[in-house]
């Protein structure tokens, strides 16, 4: 019924930047909550960054990306953006965004996922 896509993943030298997006598609729907989660290899998959719609933008982030990583996002759209600058190898996984209809606080409050986009942070 609704699917999540992600692009803008790549390879990036260490330091480098990139700019994620996600955008939903299929059967509209309204978004209070987005979101974006990583996975590792061998590692669980971790949150990110979120942005939720009440009354005015909220913004979340994980202490490991705080002050490089910034999300946005446009809810009538319901896309979001993560621009990630200086990017180090630790950062790389497969990078998830995630949709909720009400304001999300944990991962199960989240309904709809996207495929993955791959980020590799080369050292």
């Known amino acids: 019924q609704v699917q999540l896509v992600e692009s803008g993943g790549g390879l990036v030298q260490a330091g480098g930047s990139l700019r994620l997006s996600c955008a939903a598609s299929?059967?509209?729907?309204?978004?209070?909550?987005m979101g974006w989660f990583r996975q590792a290899l061998g590692k669980e998959r971790e949150f990110v960054a979120a942005?939720?719609?009440?009354?005015?933008?909220?913004?979340a982030y994980a202490d490991s990306v705080k002050g490089r990583f910034t999300i946005s996002g446009d809810n009538a759209k319901n896309t979001v953006f993560l621009q990630m600058n200086s990017l180090e190898f630790e950062d790389t996984a497969v990078y998830y965004c995630a949709a909720a209809p009400t304001v999300a606080t944990s991962t199960n409050d989240y309904d709809y996922w996207g495929q993955g986009t791959q980020v590799t942070v080369s050292s």
């Open positions: 299929g059967r509209t729907f309204s978004s209070r909550t």
């Open positions: 942005i939720s719609w009440y009354g005015f933008n909220t913004y």
